[in-house]
């Protein structure tokens, strides 16, 4: 059971690079979110999607992008890498019609220096 | 917006004793979901209990517990016979119930460290 596929675990980027972290879950979920978290302030959400083709922000959406072309996969973009984007970043899926539950990834912890 | 408040940063509990985590939540929602998530040290984010704001009865699953008071807007989890393997980050996390866009929301974590 692969779940929430998270790529790279680990990347470190230097300011002003782009880098795109991948998303793939295999349950067929409809929802999936991007997180980050940083030291002692939680998760917070960064973009969201209901389903294929359909994406909108959360709490905290500058500097990133979203695509949501397929059911399985959510990739987040990360353009002009600023240390402020340093985090761990978390992908999560979930189906709401039948589950409560958020499934997530393993996280990708993004350096930028 | 629904907020989401932990007080206590860190705690700390001796193997085999018990202990209860704090958190309390702001919402004009009438039905909603509260869940607590455990963060490892492996960063794995892992649901530990769910609490359906409808069921008055406290949600359980095997050494934990739920204290949900839906009137005070609180959702305390307790953890009995604690072990070493508890010692983790833990999230309180909110969902709005019914359709619409409602992703999970999240208070600042408590980090629990258990100490033989």
């Known amino acids: 059971n692969a779940g929430v596929t998270q790529t790279p675990k680990f990347r470190i980027l230097k300011i002003g690079q782009s880098m795109t972290l991948q998303c793939t879950q295999d349950?067929?979920?409809?929802?999936m979110y991007w997180y980050r978290q940083d030291p002692g302030m939680g998760l917070k959400l960064i973009y969201y999607s209901v389903g294929a083709g359909i994406t909108d922000k959360g709490e905290v959406p500058n500097g990133y992008n979203v695509s949501r072309s397929t059911t399985e996969d959510f990739p987040l973009r990360l353009e002009l890498a600023a240390p402020s984007q340093t985090s761990v970043y978390f992908c999560a899926s979930g189906d709401r019609a039948y589950n409560t539950e958020a499934f997530f990834g393993q996280g990708t912890r993004l350096t930028v220096v | 917006a629904q907020t989401v408040t932990q007080s206590q940063p860190e705690m700390s509990v001796q193997e085999a004793e018990t202990v209860t985590l704090s958190c309390t939540y702001d919402t004009s929602e009438s039905n909603y979901y509260l869940f607590w998530y455990k963060q490892p040290p492996s960063r794995q984010m892992i649901l530990v209990i769910r609490?359906?704001?409808?069921?008055?009865q406290n949600a359980t699953e095997n050494r934990f517990s739920v204290n949900f008071q839906k009137a005070a807007k609180s959702f305390s989890l307790k953890i009995s016979d604690s072990q070493l393997g508890d010692t983790a980050m833990y999230f309180c996390?909110?969902?709005?119930?019914?359709?619409?866009?409602?992703?999970?929301?999240f208070g600042k974590g408590t980090r629990l460290s258990v100490i033989a």
């Open positions: 996390a909110f969902m709005k119930h019914g359709a619409g866009n409602t992703p999970l929301v």
């Open positions: 609490q359906e704001a409808y069921k008055q």
């Open positions: 349950m067929n979920h409809n929802y």
